[in-house]
């Protein structure tokens, strides 16, 4: 049955989108946004969110945590509801680092210093983990090209001394989806290794399911599809798990702040976690993004926007993006797209190969079209306010730069 606050999907492919009108300070129908797999328009919605958070802090004052708590907990569901209601525990942060190195300070590298994962890995992991190589980790790196490959490549290079995997679930710079994730669960399992899936640009834009992978933990946050805003991440962590990582905040004690923590009889007293969420606890946070994040879940709701209808609409973007395309014949050897590539495979944005993306994308922005470029990729991330019309503008812009000359660092 179709949510009654669900609009047609035709109503979002028209020109005006009829979500336009919920994300008016973003003004989503007078300017070309196609950075939606990096920074989506929040709904208006989201401005009364901030204004609760900051009305709340003066008139409760330190009182107000309480409140912030439950609306962490408002949270916590949004995030658990788009894993397909995955059981386990989540913890909150303001950006995915910070989770990742709780996760990996909690891993027995000593005993298993061996790190397995993809040469696709957005920033937040690839910095880090090039980190710790130089401290003496071995980091095995397997090819993300042909993601279908992925999944065999990674659960061949799990041996007992392997403490983790650590992979996309689709690839930041390609947008492209890893299948057969849980091949990887299984060789982790058999092996004693954990697995931290990165399904940044799964949620809300390509259903997510944990079904033979209910052990792993998985990073994701808000800033992209679930136009949450900076400052909502989120860390699920397996029911039962019982590891300590090394870098942990005073709230993994939270409960125990009015016990006496002094040792008993002289002996050193072992560090305690919190139950739950907070045994991968960080600090004092600000609260507004938790705020605003609950406002928009809560939007999400109540016009029906499931991951599954935002996978219909996303994938129809995503084929009119490319038959705009296709259908301007532009020089190859300027920019291209892998067409072989079946829409099923691709995640919530399309990539163009291009030798100057990063100039091509100046020249779109010059004419009001919104992209960006990862090395010699062009990538256009719809959103469900954009209109068919808008999506075949960008690509007539880019046609037009394109027969014009791209403009060298110092043109245009």
């Known amino acids: 049955m179709t949510p009654p606050g669900r ?3 035709e109503a979002l492919y028209a020109s005006p989108n009829a979500l336009a009108v919920d994300y008016t300070r973003f003004r989503v129908s007078e300017r070309i946004l196609l950075t939606g797999h990096s920074h989506q328009a929040w709904p208006d919605v989201a401005f ?3 204004q609760q958070a900051w009305l709340e802090a003066a008139e409760h004052v330190d009182d107000k945590w309480s409140r912030v ?11 658990r509801a788009l894993m397909g209601g995955a059981p386990g525990h989540f913890t909150l942060d303001a950006n995915t680092h910070a989770l990742v190195v709780r996760f990996l300070s909690a891993l027995p590298l000593r005993e298993r210093p061996r790190v397995v994962t993809t040469d696709g890995e957005f920033h937040s992991v690839r910095r880090q983990l ?21 999944a065999e490549r990674l659960a061949r290079q799990v041996d007992d001394r392997t403490a983790a995997v650590i992979v996309s679930s689709v690839l930041f710079e390609t947008g492209l989806r890893v299948p057969g994730l849980p091949r990887v669960a299984e060789a982790c399992r058999r092996a004693g290794a954990h697995l931290l899936i990165d399904a940044y640009h799964s949620l809300n834009v390509v259903p997510f399911s944990l079904e033979g992978m209910e052990d792993a933990f998985v990073v994701a946050g808000g800033y992209k599809y679930c136009q949450l805003g900076e400052g909502n991440c989120v860390l699920r962590v397996p029911e039962g798990c019982a590891l300590r990582p090394v870098v942990t905040g005073w709230f993994s004690e939270f409960h125990l702040l009015e016990e006496d923590r002094s040792p008993a009889g002289g002996a050193p007293r072992r560090v305690p976690y919190g139950p739950g969420p907070w045994r991968f606890g960080g600090s004092t946070f600000d609260p507004t ?17 499931t991951p599954a209808f935002l996978r219909e609409v996303n994938q129809h973007q995503i084929q009119v993006l490319i038959d705009a395309f296709l259908a301007r014949d532009l020089d190859p050897q300027v920019v291209r797209l892998d067409a072989e590539v079946p829409l099923e495979a691709r995640g919530g944005f399309l990539a163009l190969h291009a030798p100057r993306a990063g100039a091509l994308s100046r020249a779109l922005r010059a004419r009001g079209v919104w ?3 990862r090395g010699n990729r062009l990538r256009f991330g719809p959103a469900p306010y954009v209109s068919d ?9 880019l046609g037009e730069v394109v027969r014009e000359g791209v403009p060298g660092p110092d043109e245009g």
């Open 48 to 50: 009364r969110g901030q």
């Open 7 to 9: 609009p047609r999907p």
């Open 371 to 373: 992209t960006d470029a």
């Open 130 to 150: 090039d980190r710790l190589e130089e401290e003496g980790i071995e980091v095995v790196r397997v090819s993300a090209a042909r993601p279908d490959e992925v």
């Open 69 to 79: 708590l439950a609306m962490c907990d408002r949270v916590t569901e949004g995030f």
């Open 389 to 397: 019309r808008q999506l075949t503008d960008a690509m007539e812009a």
């Open 289 to 305: 993004s938790s705020y605003r994040a609950a406002a928009v879940f809560d939007f999400f709701r109540e016009r029906g926007l």
